[in-house]
């Protein structure tokens, strides 16, 4: 493998069915930059050897298929890939921007996830490893256990009302029984609604409004760093918002006593005595499966809307290849299933494929920083995936958590929800996975349903912080403010410009809402992804943040990303976060926040070294106005930073509702330095 310091690029993946043609291989002309991409990495990192030999998939025939007929390529998958009860005849059915996959295809999700591996003998196959939050609480989880309690759930369900094309919401932490609803509602024909339990009930409120939810579960409690979360309370303040839920089913967690309303019903007394069998629902490829809300900056909340077969063959695919998933393969996603990460690769991708995975109640750090490498030693975790925030919080804690702990299980990592900036994805290879890892680097969107640009990890050479190249059958393109395709090296608009069959089909009840956000800015068989992108020399994609991210400073538009990965290359720094602030005279200055490794301290030295040092590696037009230094950034629970807080504390704005923040006091303490290190009165 080559690794840091080489100067050469190692062998890249050759598509030459793609790279000849018109798209994201080669920009037809050049365009005003809009983007400025200023960094370059140039380490690169072949897939192993011994890695590549065992791998599902070890040459670029897959990326070759889907250049020559993409439709027929997903049609392949469609057969190899899921149980139809009616095999689909249609493939791609486009009417730009609206399109069907499999159209007359009939199928059933939780089948697809279940009855198939215990129909076919191994139902004693472990589904999910659980670890509670509090450390030797745990459970093993079967696929007949699995398929026992969805049907016992199901029919409980439909003995309150609950059929095919009702709306059904879900509130609860990382317990089994979470992705038990999910398959239940999904056997049924009732579209779910997860609700990430870390958000308020307001926040609840308002998704089950939206969607229309006939009914509402959750539990009493949850648990998060050894303190009680009220979820069951959350639920009556948001219940009295939605009048539309009937019925609210409450799981018992904690056991401890919680308020009561006449719609409310027990898990237990739901299910007790309920036949084991459910007949499953028969299902359109092209009937819903869940809605799953993803906020703008300033709008309402927008209820993604997922199909089940198109979706679903996205999620096994993606998860199978990406991951490299074998029949021993341990899986563990980092995620919490509230959000589009936890629904592709911990329920549906991983179970329709039957791994085991691990599934995790608690927090990280609790009781202590090791927890993450406790359990992978424990279930011999072989694929490890999580976010760039997390793994610059393990930086920041130091080498010395991981190196309690036996790792050697692990060989493939993968990142995903934000870009990784090339420190922290060269520590993560070499202390976590210990050089003989492959990273996969993900992009996607609760809107693509599953992974658009990732390496597969035996076929396509690495580089640090990039995504690479798109998943065979994608098309992305990097384009300007017009919709022409920019040069290499030059930053624009990522764009894909065909459908692929996970992609969500519409906005709930606002299709002029879906048509207007992302099929208009470029004409209706253009996806505007509204994040920032550059490809290099070799074709490679480099994800820039969301472009309402860009910092304008006297007409340069700078990458955010690529100033908090230049602060991280400090030895120092463990994260950064970059915003802008205005400035009359330059419209806008650079305002960084950073979180020290363990061992430095901060001061007005260190301050200034670091805006010199990001001058140095970027050029003068990005040294920083401000690097405040801070013990943690606003992050939400899900560990998301805010950005909208850090722009309000760089400008000095109202800080607005901190309420979903993990730790809502360091706002103000980066408030009060911003205002002294900025001239402003407090």
Not at 297 to 325: E, Q
Request: glycine residues 10%; negative net charge; charged residues 25%.
């Amino acid at each position: 493998m080559r690794g840091r310091g080489h100067a050469e690029p190692g062998p890249l993946l050759s598509v030459p069915a793609q790279s000849e043609q018109k798209g994201p291989f080669m920009p037809e002309q050049n365009a005003e930059t809009l983007i400025e991409g200023l960094l370059l990495e140039q380490r690169t990192f072949e897939p192993p050897e011994k890695f590549r030999r065992q791998a599902l998939i070890s040459d670029d025939s897959v990326y070759r298929e889907a250049a020559a007929d993409f439709e027929g390529f997903w049609a392949r998958l469609a057969t190899e890939f899921l149980t139809w009860s009616r095999e689909p005849t249609k493939r791609l059915e486009w009417t730009p921007p609206h399109c069907t996959w499999f159209e007359d295809g009939v199928l059933n999700a939780s089948v697809n996830c279940l009855d198939r591996h215990v129909d076919a003998g191994r139902g004693d196959r472990v589904a999910y490893h659980w670890e509670g939050e509090a450390p030797g609480e745990a459970r093993t989880v079967t696929y007949a256990d699995l398929l026992r309690e969805v049907c016992k759930l199901a029919n409980g369900l439909k003995s309150i009302g609950i059929e095919k094309g009702d709306r059904v919401g879900i509130y609860m932490g990382m317990l089994c029984e979470l992705p038990v609803a999910m398959l239940a509602c999904a056997r049924i024909g009732a579209a779910h609604i997860v609700v990430f339990g870390g958000f308020s009930a307001e926040s609840l409120a308002e998704r089950l409004r939206d969607s229309g939810a006939k009914a509402l579960i959750t539990q009493d409690e949850g648990w998060r760093k050894g303190a009680k979360v009220p979820l069951k309370a959350n639920a009556d303040r948001a219940c009295a918002q939605a009048p539309g839920v009937e019925r609210v089913v409450v799981l018992r967690r904690t056991g401890d006593p919680v308020p009561w309303e006449e719609h409310d019903i027990w898990w237990h007394d739901l299910t007790e005595g309920a036949e084991e069998t459910c007949e499953p629902e028969p299902m359109g490829a092209e009937d819903a499966l869940f809605l799953l809300h993803t906020s703008g900056s300033t709008a309402k909340p927008k209820g993604a809307l997922h199909t089940t077969g198109g979706y679903l063959l996205h999620a096994a695919v993606t998860h199978k290849w990406i991951f490299d998933i074998h029949e021993d393969s341990v899986w563990w996603c980092a995620a919490d299933i509230g959000w589009v990460t936890g629904h592709t690769y911990i329920v549906y991708g991983p179970l329709t494929n039957g791994t085991t995975s691990v599934l995790f109640e608690g927090d990280p750090a609790y009781p202590d920083w090791d927890r993450h490498w406790q359990i992978v030693e424990r279930y011999r975790v072989s694929s490890y995936y999580t976010a760039p925030t997390l793994i610059r919080s393990f930086v920041k804690m130091g080498e010395e958590y991981p190196k309690r702990h036996d790792l050697s299980s692990l060989r493939l990592l993968g990142t995903v929800g934000e870009p990784i900036n090339p420190e922290a994805w060269v520590w993560y290879w070499q202390v976590i996975g210990g050089g003989r890892c492959p990273i996969v680097d993900t992009w996607w969107q609760t809107e693509t349903g599953g992974i658009l640009i990732t390496p597969l990890p035996g076929v396509v050479t690495t580089k640090p912080g990039s995504a690479t190249i798109p998943f065979p059958g994608i098309e992305p393109e990097i384009v300007d403010e017009h919709g022409n395709p920019v040069d290499r090296g030059a930053g624009g608009f990522l764009v894909v410009k065909r459908p692929w069959p996970g992609m969500f089909r519409t906005l709930f009840g606002d299709d002029e809402r879906y048509v207007s956000t992302y099929f208009t800015q470029f004409g209706p068989e253009v996806y505007v992804t509204g994040d920032g992108a550059k490809q290099d020399e070799d074709g490679y994609f480099w994800l820039m943040g969301r472009i309402d991210d860009v910092i304008n400073v006297a007409g340069h538009r700078l990458s955010t990303t690529e100033i908090e990965s230049t602060l991280v290359e400090h030895p120092a720094v463990a994260e950064a976060a970059a915003t802008g602030a205005y400035d009359p005279q330059r419209g806008q200055r650079i305002v960084c926040f950073v979180l020290l490794k363990s061992g430095f301290g901060a001061s007005d030295e260190l301050s200034q070294e670091l805006r010199e040092f990001v001058a140095d590696k970027i050029g003068k037009i990005a040294r920083p106005a401000a690097v405040l230094f801070g013990e943690d950034l606003p992050k939400t629970r899900s560990g998301k930073i805010m950005r909208r807080l850090l722009k309000n504390i760089a400008e000095g704005d109202d800080l607005g509702d901190t309420t979903t923040l993990r730790d809502p006091v360091i706002v103000d303490d980066l408030k009060r330095k911003a205002d002294a290190a900025l001239g402003r009165s407090a």
